[in-house]
């Protein structure tokens, strides 16, 4: 038996249906719970109908009429993104700002973290899930990269690293225009510090590395694991913490900045592979993180983890796919379970 437990409770419950005249409905919930951090998401399969309620459908006019409008006045687009935003000290960057291909990262004047830049990642105002090409996803990568690898000459505190994408206003974005942000602070940030604790807590106990046995029980298990490319493997989440997640896990490295080019554009083939397959099922919105610490610090059991989801579609008076369960009771709702993503995901891959 594997050092992995993947926990599941089901309750079984009767209601009377008004849309059935009152009969019996049998009902079955099952709430999971991740096998690291014990968060719980719940799984309901009479909800796939209400899904749609949930998720509408995106309303290309709307979605249209918002990228011409918002491209008027857009300070990341060609021509106004080197005018207005922020550098940093030559100290630090040279230059100010990196440039990698479209890429192009500068300070951002409205920070949350000792250093926050932004990516502008391409040319194009607004791009369809299918157009984040791998090219577009890892000139943004490479240029938070070389970021983080001049910040480490500098900075000997800086321990904490996250890469960062809320695409549209679904995802918390202010602006329209594809770009991350990178946040690298001297104190982990909540759900990081908790990641860390429990690997450090996993390592102590079992005298090996989490994230390198949970390659191993999903690779065995096959029911969430997707595919391998180059050092990065990918699976469906267990016990997701939004919608659709979708996990990149790194086999050796839990600093970002280590990795050569060629990991780093095989995890941008693998993100660009995503949003594409969320885009085919009807998506448009999407948050994904990059978690990275820096080495030795993270020489108990951690992994570099990629988390992608994707959020709520754009229409008039969408309403917001977080509410009570996810804010507040820290519960996810799985409307697609995890195994059946990936096998849909697995033939992209």
Not at 165 to 189: C, D, E, I, K, R
Not at 313 to 327: A, H, S
Request: hydrophobic share 40%.
């Amino acid at each position: 038996m594997g050092k992995i437990t993947f926990e599941s409770i089901e309750s079984i419950f009767t209601i009377l249906n008004p849309q059935n005249n009152f009969g019996e409905d049998v009902h079955r919930i099952e709430v999971r719970k991740d096998p690291l951090l014990g968060d719980t998401s719940v799984y309901n399969p009479f909800l796939r109908d209400k899904a749609k309620a949930f998720f509408g459908d995106n309303d290309q006019a709307l979605v249209q009429k918002l990228a011409e409008e918002s491209a008027k006045n857009c300070i990341f687009c060609e021509g106004m993104v080197e005018k207005i935003t922020g550098k940093f000290p030559a100290g630090i960057v040279p230059e100010g700002r990196i440039r990698v291909g479209e890429a192009l990262l500068f300070a951002n004047i409205f920070s949350i973290g000792k250093y926050h830049p932004v990516v502008s990642l391409s040319r194009a105002h607004f791009l369809k899930l299918s157009e984040f090409s791998p090219e577009i996803i890892a000139n943004g990568l490479l240029a938070t990269q070389q970021f983080l690898k001049a910040l480490y000459r500098t900075e000997t505190s800086m321990m904490y690293t996250t890469v960062n994408a809320n695409y549209l206003f679904p995802a918390g974005a202010s602006l329209v225009h594809p770009h991350l942000q990178m946040l690298v602070t001297p104190v982990a940030y909540s759900y990081q510090a908790r990641l860390l604790d429990a690997c450090r807590s996993y390592y102590q106990k079992n005298n090996s590395a989490y994230h390198a046995d949970l390659i191993d029980e999903e690779k065995r298990s096959g029911s969430r694991y997707i595919a391998k490319r180059g050092p990065w493997h990918w699976m469906s989440s267990y016990s997701p913490t939004g919608s659709n997640e979708i996990n990149a896990v790194h086999e050796s490295e839990s600093d970002f900045v280590f990795m050569n080019e060629t990991a780093v554009r095989e995890l941008a083939e693998g993100i660009s592979k995503v949003l594409a397959f969320y885009e085919s099922i009807g998506y448009l919105s999407f948050n994904f993180t990059l978690f990275s610490v820096r080495q030795p610090l993270a020489g108990e059991g951690f992994h570099c983890l990629l988390k992608i989801i994707n959020r709520q579609n754009l229409y008039p008076n969408y309403r917001n796919d977080d509410y009570f369960l996810q804010k507040m009771l820290q519960t996810e709702l799985i409307i697609n379970l995890p195994e059946n993503l990936a096998e849909k995901l697995r033939v992209s891959f």
